[in-house]
């Protein structure tokens, strides 16, 4: 069956950096549109980071851009975001989703279970 | 938030509830929406997309509908199960990215 399955999250110090991984499965990946979107404690969903199917074109929210990395292997089915200069505001559960939609038809079919990064000294 | 959701909502079982969601021109006004529940401890799942559509398994009492920079999401014959928080999103065009409302956390007394 269609699976996401997050890695990576962990305790890091502010400053420090982190790469998260999705292992996809049960569809064809490089079909797909992937999205991050992250989950801070006692807030709502923010979307984080978007990337087309050949790795070709990515989106950033203001809130990561020029920190984060999005990033994608097709051959290994796979799905990443690199995060550095890492802050407190970005401690959250991290998901990796599936985007079926494109732009103005954006939405998210699938989603991992999550992965959770902690930024703290 | 770029989309402006209530806070909380609340309704008795069986009941029906109406959870909004406002945008703008760049987002809603030019945009399909989507809807996200989210139970405790899970992760969210898709409710509704392109507006108004189910994917599979998702039952027909839940149904969006939008009108010009506004989107809502309609839940009948109100479950305890249905308790979580609810979530609008939809691309922006002028920030070039994915946006959702603050959520919205249903109670079913």
């Known amino acids: 069956q269609v699976q996401l399955m997050e890695s990576g999250g962990g305790l890091v110090k502010p400053g420090g950096s982190l790469r998260l991984s999705c292992a996809a499965s049960?569809?064809?990946?490089?079909?797909?549109?992937m999205s991050w979107i992250r989950r801070a404690p006692g807030k709502g969903l923010e979307w984080v980071s978007y990337?087309?199917?050949?790795?070709?074109?990515?989106y950033y929210a203001d809130s990561v851009k020029g920190r984060f990395t999005i990033s994608r292997d097709n051959a290994k089915n796979s799905l990443y975001l690199q995060m550095n200069s890492l802050r407190a505001e970005d401690t959250a559960v991290y998901y990796c989703?599936?985007?079926?939609?494109?732009?103005?038809?954006?939405?998210?079919?699938?989603w991992g279970k999550g992965t959770t990064v902690t930024v703290s000294s | 938030s770029v989309l402006t959701q209530p806070p909380s909502v609340s309704a008795a079982p069986g009941q029906k509830v109406t959870i909004s969601c406002s945008g703008s021109?760049?987002?809603?006004?030019?945009?399909?929406v989507s809807w996200y529940q989210q139970l405790p401890g899970t992760a969210p799942k898709l409710l509704i997309y392109?507006?108004?559509k189910r994917p599979s398994g998702i039952p027909d009492r839940f149904s969006g509908s939008k009108s010009g920079t506004s989107a809502s999401l309609g839940i009948t014959g109100l479950q305890t199960g249905d308790e979580a928080d609810y979530y609008c999103?939809?691309?922006?065009?002028?920030?070039?990215?994915?946006?959702f409302g603050g959520g919205t956390k249903l109670t079913v007394l």
């Open positions: 989703s599936r985007a079926p939609g494109y732009y103005y038809n954006y939405y998210t079919d699938v």
């Open positions: 990337i087309s199917g050949s790795g070709s074109t990515m």
């Open positions: 392109e507006n108004n």
């Open positions: 021109s760049s987002n809603i006004g030019n945009s399909y």
């Open positions: 999103g939809t691309w922006d065009s002028s920030l070039s990215a994915g946006v």
């Open positions: 049960g569809f064809t990946f490089s079909d797909y549109y």
